[in-house]
């Protein structure tokens, strides 16, 4: 089979056509809603910490105070109190090497303790990290409470993740796992809308309160994690059947014990979890037993690098670099630009994911990469001409207005792929058994790649200036090829359906006789209490007539 030849392992997918029957909204599914609430509490909420992190370092090089604190007396090329360019750029990235810590610890508490556990553990790590680092007295403790926050959350993220998907009903999970990426954006707009008065605060108090507010997210998190019903799947895996089953009937069945669709998912579920665990070792060398789990690995690996080298860094993390390039110096404008394009972000990445899961994964990944690149194309023409008329001293309006415009353009290009769907392409893409280490394993290299990029990208912008752009269109032009190379179609099949992806059918179709059996159990029963009241309703008929 070689490296990663892999063989189709897809089967019927039964299940799904069952599912596509039920033709009740969720909203008009009383218990599904209100887990839909808690879902979006525990663990959207640890994508918008995310992204409150990521513009809350973005928004706070704004504050002087921040850059006189840090900066040890630096000024920047334009006059200003600043932060050295190297330093900076650890400020920044030191969170990725918390993430980065955490992985190999994340996936083996995911399955020891189960997804809630794992949830309250990280935010409580995170709940923690925020107060050191508002109360920073000096740069290393700054970056402790950093690395720390990036280790609560990259546990938070891979168990928020995989429990979204394994908790949501099947016809509304491909929509749930992609609005938890688009979460971030609620964190974002949060800490540009903070920004907007901390900055001009007094003191030290104009990045000391914003940074002390991260840790509303995960004090929620905290809170509702009890309200929260734990996977099914983690409890199949850890034989507490009986409860895995009652999560099943109350939430994708509205408490209705009988439920064929409730009854059907759980016996997909446990029979496919007994496959896996017959041929899973439980241990990190199952990722590179077969060839199809390789293939896996090497999709996660490179979709891991894509989600922080597709150039969204360089614009999330150091905007304040590059207004200052096109010519907007002021606070005002920068902050208020910001918040603009956060929201911005959020409007277009929530309406991506209600319409991007109705087309195939792979067209929208490469529809995604393709749009990027030529975004960078544009930026990179945009800030030459910057360059060129900065050099001339005059001021080139035309140019500036076009960065403008594509920095503003490449937020819904980004999201149609690597923001929206990375997390459902992930869940669909490994099994159960080895689902959070999958995912620890994309996260590994996401968090890699975005300690590189944030280190590199304030020094590389200083050093080689519009050129740098240049780089991405590069990259993204790779990103495109490997995503048309690589990439398989996992769109319109349930979790269990998908399971054996890349391995032998047989497995599939063992999984799907046990949901046959399961259904032709329950249409049986059905027949039975038919018949059985048909008869009651003849015999009280028949003892009216004596009467």
């Known amino acids: 089979m070689g490296l990663f ?10 299940l799904t056509r069952l599912i596509a029957e039920d033709k ?17 509490i525990c663990c959207m909420g640890v994508e918008a910490t995310t992204g409150f992190d990521s513009q809350l370092v973005n928004t706070i090089q704004f504050s002087t105070a921040f850059n006189k604190y840090f900066g040890n007396s630096y000024v920047g090329i334009n006059g200003k109190p600043g932060i050295q ?8 990235s030191c969170y990725h090497v918390g993430s980065v810590l955490g992985v ?11 997804r809630r556990k794992a949830i309250l553990i990280g935010s409580l790590i995170m709940s923690g990290a925020a107060i050191i680092q508002g109360f920073s007295q000096h740069v290393a403790m700054y970056i402790i409470s950093r690395i720390l926050l990036g280790f609560g959350l990259v546990v938070c993220i891979i168990s928020g993740s995989a429990m979204i998907g394994e908790l949501s009903y099947p016809k509304e999970r491909p929509i749930m796992t992609s609005l938890f990426n688009a979460s971030w954006h609620i964190g974002s707009i949060t800490a540009s809308a903070i920004a907007l008065r901390t900055v001009e605060l007094p003191g030290d108090w104009a990045w000391r309160v914003p940074s002390l507010l991260q840790i509303c997210p995960s004090l929620l998190q905290i809170i509702f994690v009890f309200f929260l019903p734990e996977s099914p799947r983690w409890l199949v895996s850890k034989d507490r059947h009986e409860e895995a089953l009652a999560v099943l009937i109350k939430y994708h069945g509205e408490g209705d014990s009988n439920s064929v669709i409730a009854n059907a998912e759980y016996a997909q579920i446990k029979s496919t979890i007994k496959l896996e665990m017959e041929i899973a070792d439980q241990s990190w060398m199952d990722m590179v037993k077969t060839a199809g789990m390789r293939r896996r690995v090497f999709i996660a690996v490179m979709l891991g690098c894509f989600t922080q080298l597709s150039g969204n860094t360089l614009l999330s993390y150091y905007s304040n670099l590059l207004f200052e390039m096109m010519g907007y110096t002021s606070n005002f404008a920068k902050t208020r630009i910001n918040l603009a394009n956060s929201c911005w972000s959020l409007l277009n990445a929530v309406i991506i994911a209600f319409i991007v899961t109705r087309f195939r994964r792979r067209w929208m990944f490469m529809l995604s990469a393709g749009s990027m690149c030529l975004v960078y194309v544009a930026m990179t023409v945009s800030f030459e001409k910057l360059r060129e008329a900065k050099d001339a001293g005059i001021h080139n309006g ?20 690597n923001n929206s769907l990375t997390y459902t392409f992930l869940v669909e893409l490994f099994p159960y058994a080895e689902r959070t280490r999958g995912i620890a394993i994309e996260q590994f290299f996401g968090k890699a790649s975005g300690l590189f990029s944030t280190n590199v990208n304030p020094v590389a912008l200083a050093a080689i200036d519009w050129k740098y752009f240049a780089i991405y269109c590069g990259w993204l032009t790779f990103e495109l090829g490997f995503i048309y190379v690589f990439y398989p179609e996992t ?10 992806l890349f391995e032998d059918k047989a497995l599939t179709d063992q999984a799907v006789a046990a949901v046959e059996k399961q259904i032709h159990h329950s249409d049986e029963f059905e027949d039975a209490a038919k018949s059985h009241t048909v008869h009651i309703e003849n015999k009280s008929v028949i003892q009216n007539d004596r009467v």
């Open 491 to 500: 769109s319109g099949r349930t979790l269990e359906e998908l399971a054996f």
């Open 398 to 417: 035309a140019a500036a207005i076009s960065a403008l415009v594509f920095y503003f353009t490449f937020s819904p290009c980004y999201n149609i792929g």
């Open 5 to 14: 030849g892999a063989i189709d392992g897809t089967s019927d997918p039964i």
């Open 24 to 40: 009740v909204p969720w909203y008009k599914k009383p218990n599904l809603r209100i887990l839909y609430v808690y879902l979006a």
């Open 85 to 92: 360019p190297g330093l900076l750029g650890f400020l920044t």
């Open 104 to 114: 190999p610890v994340a996936p083996w508490f995911n399955q020891k303790f189960g």
